[in-house]
């Protein structure tokens, strides 16, 4: 069963603004996680969030997370068409008991 | 420092058959997991390996198995495949969770 929900499920920006994703999800958390896949290859990790975290910055890449709202954003700021991929949050809640969503697909257009 | 090594990247085979499937974890890696994603679906765990022993597995038949070895390389073993195994297989590793996880290329796997 997901744990993690995205939204939305596919977005499509042109370059160089700013892309928004959201998750959310049903029971308490130690962690969230976001990845990246390109084109059904494996996953890259992009930024953890702890769950005593409210905001977390790497690069481009603005992460929230609101644990009374069970809920989490990622933002990425002024895209880039290689930012093209899907887009997945994991949910960590403890006992190596990752749970992904089912991922939003970003589409940048040069 | 190499990453996290599937193999094969490709694997066909007929209904019925066995399916074997490779990872190497990131050195120092102590926990191997692995993931079916199917077209256009997420992530769904599978099994968890730690120092050897399988701690966790997810909601799949029997029929999907593996090992962990003394180096901490794991394989997945998937029996009897049925047209609905064929999926992007993932493998990944940690040194913790807590730590987020170091994914591989992954094993397609197409069942025929």
């Known amino acids: 069963s997901q744990q993690g929900e995205e939204d939305p499920q596919a977005l499509s920006i042109q370059e160089g603004e700013n892309a928004t994703m959201n998750c959310s999800y049903k029971t308490s958390i130690n962690n969230l996680q976001w990845y990246r896949q390109n084109s059904g290859r494996g996953l890259v990790h992009l930024i953890l969030i702890r769950s005593n975290e409210r905001e977390k910055h790497s690069g481009r890449l603005r992460v929230t997370l609101d644990t009374s709202k069970k809920s989490s954003s990622l933002l990425i700021t002024a895209s880039r068409a290689a930012d093209t991929a899907s887009y997945f949050c994991?949910?960590?809640?403890?006992?190596?008991?990752?749970?992904f969503g089912i991922g939003t697909k970003l589409q940048v257009i040069p | 420092e190499a990453g996290v090594t599937q193999s094969p990247t490709h694997l066909i085979k007929t209904r019925g058959q066995q399916a074997t499937l490779r990872c190497s974890p990131i050195?120092?890696?102590?926990?191997v997991y692995w993931y079916q994603q199917a077209l256009g679906l997420g992530l769904q765990f599978l099994l968890w390996y730690d120092e050897g022993e399988e701690r966790n597995r997810g909601n799949f038949p029997p029929r999907f198995s593996g090992r962990q070895f003394p180096n901490y390389s794991s394989e997945l073993n998937v029996n009897a495949l049925e047209l609905e195994d064929s999926a992007l297989y993932l493998c990944?590793?940690?040194?913790?969770?807590?730590?987020?996880?170091?994914f591989g290329s992954g094993t397609r796997l197409t069942v025929v």
């Open positions: 994991a949910t960590d809640a403890g006992y190596q008991k990752v749970t």
């Open positions: 990944a590793s940690s040194k913790d969770s807590f730590y987020g996880y170091t």
């Open positions: 050195s120092g890696h102590t926990s």
